[in-house]
């Protein structure tokens, strides 16, 4: 699956859109996100029981550009891995496969990202958003520009990842209930497609080949251990666990 190309992406949404204009609200939680909780909030807690996990428990997100997919994950408190709770579809994305390199191109980020309390913004022009910390530690030191990159509502997008109002809803709750519960940050990890062997091997030849195996050492890290891995950045890549 192919990432849709930047102008069907608006046509589609019906409106130019992008990352939000403004910085976010500080991490207060107005009535627009208690109004979006009420309803989904009972499912959630149901559905979380099923699985052995319960509301407000740490969370961590994995989204992947080819596939449009994102992960929402919740920790076990028995185990302490981090379960698959919900797989939402990306309802609009922007750009192709590869980091985002510079303010206004379009692309979606690649890479390991925090969200604290005061990236969450209630108040977004696209319903709810929060901001996934891009440029972190890494784009920085690789002098990558742009900012203000979120996941949010709406169908529509340029370089951020578009969720639709209802699946916003589910999304920032469950990550707004793990703050309010104790969570500092939970990570968002942010992949071109599905960092298999098979798929890397498919690869061979683009210029971010290299990015891109240095990005599966933090995918395999988290499939092996199910909790998400610590990202420092030393000598021009990330580096795990240290």
Known sequence: MKLLPLPLCLLLGGLAAGAEKSPPKTGSIDSRAVAAAAPVRPAMERDLAALGLKFGDPVFIRAFKEELELELFVQNPKSGGFKLFRTYPIACSSGTLGPKLAEGDGQVPEGFYSVPPSAMNPASQY?????????????????????????????????????????????????????????????????????????????????????????????????KSHVPPKASVRDGQYRFGD
């Open 127 to 223: 319903h709810l958003a929060f901001n996934i910390g891009y440029p972190n530690a890494f784009d920085r030191a690789a002098a990558r520009t742009g900012g203000l990159i979120m996941i949010h509502g709406n169908r529509v997008s340029i370089g951020c990842l578009a969720m639709t109002d209802p699946k916003i809803d589910e999304i920032f709750t469950l990550c707004a209930a793990a703050h309010a519960h104790g969570q500092p940050a939970f990570q968002v990890h942010i992949f071109p497609f599905r960092m298999t062997a098979e798929r890397l091997a498919k690869a061979a030849g683009s210029p971010w080949e290299s990015f891109w195996k240095n990005l599966r050492q933090g995918y395999d890290a988290f499939e």
